[in-house]
């Protein structure tokens, strides 16, 4: 069975930094690009930053460059955003997924977890 499951969401204050997890299991994890989204309740879910299975290149959504980072290990079959000087806007469910094609858009991706919620207090 194909699961993702994310962990590390929670209440925090503007500034303040969140770092998620997402553990994979039930494919082979190194073979699949890995995205983080987030989704507020009704908006589209948006591609914050992914990255390729195997060279490490990664991309953000412009509105968290220089304050998330994306990292994975494949040993682990984990994938990680640490996410720093976080702004109200940045409160949503962030969900990480897993394809074959590295892109900030959800329509490529095949697998998805449940999400977890970020929410950022001013």
């Known amino acids: 069975e194909v699961q993702l499951v994310e962990s590390g969401g929670g209440l925090v204050q503007a500034g303040g930094s969140l770092r998620l997890s997402c553990a994979a299991s039930?494919?082979?994890?190194?073979?699949?690009?890995i995205g983080w989204f987030r989704q507020v309740p009704g908006k589209e879910r948006e591609g914050v930053a992914c990255?390729?299975?195997?060279?490490?290149?990664?991309y953000y959504v412009d509105a968290v460059k220089g304050r998330f980072t994306i990292s994975r290990d494949n040993a682990k079959n984990a994938a990680y955003l640490q996410m720093s000087n976080l702004k109200p806007e940045d409160t949503a469910v962030y969900y990480c997924?897993?394809?074959?094609?590295?892109?900030?858009?959800?329509?490529?991706?095949?697998?998805w977890g449940q999400g977890t919620q970020v929410t950022v207090s001013s």
């Open positions: 990255m390729s299975s195997r060279d490490g290149s990664s």
């Open positions: 039930g494919f082979a994890f190194d073979d699949y690009a």
């Open positions: 997924a897993a394809g074959f094609i590295v892109d900030l858009v959800p329509h490529y991706y095949d697998y």
